[in-house]
């Protein structure tokens, strides 16, 4: 790949941030991406610091997003071609309307915003500057995440019939919110993080995974959510059910407080004709059973081979998340290079984008308000 | 164990069935029990031929039977101690008042029956006569699932705070009821199993298993059914909530049309302080994890390690599901060699019995409601 | 089935014994045995107790296998069948010959003998008196057992090309041999196993199921053998290569010291069409792999489904050591009332008899010579 | 990391090349690497057109290796730190002596070289030159391989007692190097290869794994070479037993025609204490047994956790190939700046190097030796 390597520029994932760095490993990977600006930090010392971390010039450090964007904007042609916003969920939206305004694309950690109103704001501001939003839903960069997609659009399960879903982990356990861990401090404040604690973190990465691979779009909710740790008032446990079009059934188990999950995200598609699964942490991976044959173990293969070319290692040497990180990187390289092409290529459109980042928003309102009303809420009340 | 041997008579279990000759062989292998006679069909010749395959006598073989008990009641010393019912579920109750009228103890197939006024019938009969019920719910009585239940109730997984239960299967995946599949014919009857189908054919071992367990009592169930099969009236999918005494919240999946599941009821109990699964089709092992602390294999010991005694073989020498259902056969010998001891073993005391046979019925139809109210039905309106 | 059960008494296996139980529960699961009589213990109050744990009337029970068997060759048509012997290995010809010599059937527990010299005397006597003698290679009872050898000997693996064998275990990586544990004792002590550790104890298993499942000849073996635990003259692991017949190769480890191996029996086949594994920790399943196609595992079905008859429960519903062994005792009572039928069934023909015996004392010679010798024995020179 | 990026060129991996992708992946990762020169292919026109694809400079981008060291030696500060060679095996030799020469630290893909003299004459270049020589055994770079390896020189395991290896794949199951796959020819074909097939092209790789994790050396081997693919000379299937300094015993499984492995590296070590386990294919966990203790699961954790620096993710989200190829590529940059520095680091001192790939051909001399002597060789004879 010949093509020059896109500039971003990132606000949020300076020193002791988790998924910032997450982010420029994956823009590193496959080599479309160069980091050359940023606001890493409110702080300016620790902007500094983490500007000359990431080797990022000392004239492109920001403290303030607002002085970062003005300053790109101003540039030459070596100005940036995105933003990549890794901040809390609360502040997603200001910088991520102001970067498309001034004519950048946005790539953007999710959920892609605390409320449904500034989600709405990012929707407005990306139509009207024909730049794009790029919602990184990791998990949706897997190739057997992929491969199941195309499964089901191939008819090879029949009739969807029931989808489960579960992601678990059991870092938030013991309530490590009230010490030093500022994960856990936004992740359970309400107003940093929005209506949804799990059902925001871990929720809407499980909500994509299921339209993703199936295509279905959820017509109803019903809930039950939990907070256990104790103070807490953001849900960390929720056991939900989903309704889908077409008569597809849906059950989704999210918990940060089960003991012994790490970070369990699994999916399993059962069909009128067949079934298959997938488990994140042993991602190279599908189970596969037509009924009345046995199951089959799919594994990913190398580029080109079962998993397409969302793969980068010969089959059978493992591939995990930063891979699959990447990928939407590359994806939204791909996608950004083509922006004004009108046959933009289909892998791009596996992306995930603003309208992905709503329903996220509409499924956590949807959950919040079903519990509150012990009932089904039809997805026309969501949010 | 120098005891004698106790006689029982079989109901139902003729040729062609499929849980009569599980129920002798598990009462088999301990060597406590007898088969001596039998109604094992309602056919006359397939009666005779079922006696003379199990090695009953003739004159102690019938096809009504009431003749059976009647004619057990009118013998001496050798008269069998109790009946073992395997017919369908709506077939259950009447034979097992009659037989507790004739003071036989009984053995009876889950789910206890097909109708609550059948099991209260049953109860009532038992309170009478006072002659020991047990219900063969088999997976309580696989050793890790004891395992568990001692753990749960030793405080070491703290306050429980999500039960995750799943019973997924795939043989109904197809309509096989309309040929000559005759398990699948009465299972999907609604005449024959009840208001339940999976909920009454799965979902009461389920369901039983959660309270084994954990030892706490559901208050209140929600769930949405489906009948994917076509023509079906009874659920072969569902989709169920539960909230238990304490705070705990439970989850439910159940199916008979999952492509890739044969036989997988899984169980999780997530604590305060741990964790601990298991899985029915790798049965001799538990995934115990404290938080903080890496994850635990702990694996079935032989006789007095680790599962306690209720096993027979030395550890890592795999038993599977007729060793778990001889357990309850060895436990109901306990039982009624005990009865009228006060003191009856703690043992004895985990076998399933009247009480959660209706328990069970009280979920179907708790769950049947909730589908059908869309909402939160508590357990007080449980049929 | 009708027919009558077979009698046999015991010798050996009285109270505290480990494999002796075992005999009696596998030989009542299929309710084609009947334990009669028994010299479990040449302590005389130790099988009395015994005769009464198990049932046996007293004028049967002796504490001199040779009374017993005088005993029972002078009784009428109620004399036992068959004679089981479960006493340590350097204490089974001696009885093996004279139970044949009075016209009884033998089964025996693994290995034949502690000599091969002891092994050829019984298969004198047992060709001589034209009885049966079955040895209790209990693994190749398993359904998935017989169901590989099904699959090479239908060539759905091409031809053979090699043999992954491992048989691993931890009870004795401390020696406990030096405190009260008897059933270390006698098998780290050369007088009373013979010349192979776990060359004997598990080597004669585990070579015994490579030509089980292959239907090869070993040809040549080579072997470096260790005795880690302190004192100890027998090894506790042994490497050792093998060649075959036709070119195939092997490999297979044995140890009693490996930490975190429980009763790790696995064998892997691979030829040039395909590859088939296999693990006794998980007995109901196969992998199965035909070059360029996706692994496939193959469940154990019910009667009649994959795996055969050699199976009880239905598919899902795990199996596991007792039911393989009480697959040796069905077709054991297969083989002796057949006895005398020229046609005598292919089931029974797969059962380990004599010829198994004397070549699994051949291998532990020829592995022995080979460590000493440092290089290749050819089989000629086994023993 | 603020330090600059240090400058690589690198010698074959042009279009169509296997490793030399994810050798630039690797080095990419962390962002210590930069490329910048090459003789990617002796073709002139496939020499050009990589270049293109990894931005190469055309200046900097040769068909003739010796002109790409000569170009770099002339160039000033901006010349390259290093060059990375991923030729076939016999390739090697020349251009690293020559780049070592010019003063360039070198990276090589392992096996070192196709004979014995080449790595020796490497060995007097690089000292001669003080340069680092870096040989890219993949496998040391996964964070569990390297925990196991504290895990046992901390003496968590007692002393060593065997050591189980095995590297299975299944590509060459076939004989597909008569048709058009080069990576195939060149494998199979002793010009190209040297004396091993799968000894040197993954047996290499599991010796140096056993090595790496116990820090035992062994003394002496024994094999069991197969060439089953018709037509082939160089071993395609190995059995191969080792004796190690201390007592320890080794066994080890080679195989590139097992149906059913895809890259089935697995190492386990079991001491007099306890034993551990790790799988390539699942490569973020050890299992962990104490003796007496249940197995305990050990993952991966984020940096700093479980596993050390030596990871970029949280806990959880699976690494895999190219992490741990590219934790070779940041060890080499830190042993590269600290060359000079006498107090280099102990992460860098687990770099593969000279001595590694010696000790490698080594190991394939002798083996291929006791093929042919049919009997023990001790390590003074290997080569």
Known sequence: MAARRLRYAMIGGGPGA?????????????????????ALSSDPARAARGAVECRI???????????????????????????????????HAAPAVAALEAGFHVICDKP???????A???????????????????????????????????????????????????????TIETGDNKQ???????????????????????????GFVTGLQAEAVFSDLSAFGEGRTLDD??????????????????????????????????GS??????????????????????SVTLERGGPGGLGGDATRTPAHHPEGYLEAFAQLYSDAADLIVGFDDPDASGQASMLPGIEDGIEGLRFVAGAVAAHAAERWIERTNWG
């Open 273 to 294: 004709e067949a079934g298959v699964e997938w488990d994140q942490e042993n991602p190279n991976q599908l189970r596969y059973t037509v009924i009345g044959a046995p």
């Open 184 to 210: 856990a401090a936004w992740r359970t404040d309400p107003a940093r993080s929005g209506a949804g604690g799990a059902l925001g973190d871990i929720g809407t990465h499980a909500y994509h995974l299921g």
């Open 57 to 91: 010039a000392p004239e492109r450090s920001h403290a303030d997003w607002r002085a970062l964007i003005a300053s790109e904007a101003a540039r030459g042609e070596d100005r940036i071609d995105a933003v990549v916003i890794v901040t809390p969920n609360h502040l």
């Open 237 to 270: 446990n929720a056991h939900i059910l989903l309704r889908y079009a077409g008569g597809a059934k849906g059950m989704m188990w999210l918990s940060q407080i089960a003991p012994g999950k790490g970070n369990q995200l699994r999916i399993g598609v059962y």
């Open 112 to 118: 892609i915003a605390a409320t449904l109103s500034d």
């Open 18 to 38: 988790m998924i910032g760095p997450i982010h420029r490993l994956a823009a590193r990977l496959d080599d479309r991406w160069e980091l050359v600006a940023g």
């Open 120 to 174: 709405l704001a990012i929707e407005r501001a990306a139509h009207a500057a024909k730049r794009a939003f790029v919602l990184t839903h990791t998990y949706s960069g897997y190739p057997m995440v992929r491969m199941m997609r195309a499964m089901v659009s191939e008819g090879r399960l029949g009739t969807i019939r029931t989808i489960q879903l579960q992601y678990a982990q059991d870092w938030l356990a013991r």
